[in-house]
Nanobody, 125 residues
Framework: QVQLVESGGGLVQAGGSLSLSCATS????????MGWFRQAPGKEREFVAA????????YYADSGKGRFTISRENGKNTVYLQMSNLKPEDTAVYYC??????????????????WGQGTQVTVSS
């Protein structure tokens, strides 16, 4: 049984930072690419960042470039999303997701096999 559990969300003022973690189990973590998505109230889920199985490649949505950093520790079966200079428009539930292969394959959520339950990030102005 594959499980993805996010943590690290919370309330932060604009300009602040947060670090999200996603601990996984039930699958050989080092074999699969990982991604982060977010969903704000009334909006569709959107791609935030992705990382290949061996950390060789990372990908970011334009909204997070220069502010967000995705990383992973295969020895800990964990993927991270470091967010800085947060803006009120970053407020959303953040989800980590696991792909079915080692490589980034686009921004579509349909390309990911397993999902966490999400963690709320709220940025106050």
């Amino acid at each position: 049984q594959v499980q993805l559990v996010e943590s690290g969300g919370g309330l932060v003022q604009a300009g602040g930072s947060l670090s999200l973690s996603c601990a996984t189990s039930g699958r050989t973590f080092s074999t699969y690419a990982m991604g982060w998505f977010r969903q704000a109230p009334g909006k569709e889920r959107e791609f935030v960042a992705a990382i290949s199985h061996n950390s060789a490649r990372t990908y970011y949505a334009d909204s997070g470039k220069g502010r967000f950093t995705i990383s992973r520790e295969n020895g800990k079966n964990t993927v991270y999303l470091q967010m800085s200079n947060l803006k009120p428009e970053d407020t959303a539930v953040y989800y980590c997701a696991m792909r079915g292969n080692p490589y980034y394959g686009g921004d579509a959520s349909s390309g990911y096999d397993f999902w966490g339950q999400g963690t709320q990030v709220t940025v106050s102005s």
